[in-house]
């Protein structure tokens, strides 16, 4: 089994499935599944390819999700080896994807082989949600096969997410939720006019300085037992002409605000608006939500994966919400526990990104583990 775990990440690893492109990764994990008697249905939108894989009618579903697609290289020189041609190196495999995620989607299919050999009918359903559109727009991926889901009310009992999760050692974290995402770019409006006649202009800088700094002061909220406080940061900021002696029309800013379940988006809008109003501004502002916050409290899938990391690494997992966003948002709508777990993060996204090789075949066993936990109880494994 470790080394059918270890091959099947090093072919998904070889295709180059740069967002939106799938570039055949799906069509590997097709096949497998089709031999144990999955139902395929390719949902695709425009460039992105999406697979949603089921076997059997009977609830409990439990539901594995990820994406085959993943982040640009950057530039190539500096990888130590080709960014598309798996190498192992002192117990490693390096390549784009190793770690976010092509090792936990071949742990998926590994996990879910063992395990339906040992028991060929459980009682319940297996499913895979997989996409080609999660590191870009994500608008096409995911999102729209939980609306085609919702729509015909095929709904999931459990769900994990194969999202790389660990920070200092394998097992070490599971992810419960994640915050909520809501940018901004808001226009600060002044009067242009030359800088030496101050008094014929209104310096939008100048007005948007004292704004700026209480609202990087401001206190949104304060979190809970899972999620940290509400942050608000500023992206981009732009005004001027580039000329020294022109105090600008109009000043621009880009900010984003990464919020827990204790604030909601309107609540957060009207906060930030009324700090505008109190100076008196006159402002534009467009917002676009990314994606609100999800959170599933302890319960039997977030214990069945815990226990199951325990029972394979010896480690007792902690429950974070931290960190960026993720497609357990979307799936969230139509499923009430959804974690994530995987590999080590500390490589993903980089130049040389790698995953241990023992943790490659660990993550299967955690995976058919906590199938074994949901679908036939926490003490009969």
Known sequence: MSGDTLTLTQMLISRRSLTPRDDGCQ??????????????????????????????????????????????????????????????????????????????????????ESFLESNPEPEGSIALLITSDEEGPAVDGTVKVVEILKERGELIDFCIVGEPTCTDQFGDTIKNGRRGSLSGNLTIKGIQGHIAYPHLAKNPIHLAAPVIAELAQTVWDNGNEYFPPTTWHISNIQGGTGATNVIPGHINLIFNFRFATASTPESLQKKFCEILDKYGLEYQITWELSGKPYLTPRGKLADALSEAIKDVTTITPALSATGGTSDGRFIAEICPQVVEFGPRNATIHKINESVEIEDIERLSQIYQLTLKKLFYGMKNN
């Not at 395929?40 to 425009?46: A, D, H, R, S, V």
């Not at 409990?60 to 999700?65: I, R, S, Y």
């Not at 130590?80 to 002192?90: A, G, H, L, M, N």
């Open 27 to 112: 069509k590997l994990l097709e096949n497998r599944l089709k031999a144990l008697g999955f139902q395929i249905e390719k949902l695709n939108f425009g460039d992105v390819e999406n697979l949603w894989a089921r076997r059997g009618t009977k609830q409990p579903l439990v539901c594995f999700a990820g994406h085959t697609d993943v982040v640009p290289t950057g530039p190539v020189s500096e990888w130590e080896s080709d960014p598309f041609v798996p190498t192992i190196r002192d117990n490693r495999l390096y390549g784009r994807g190793a770690a976010d995620m092509k090792a936990s989607l071949a742990a998926f299919i590994t996990a879910i």
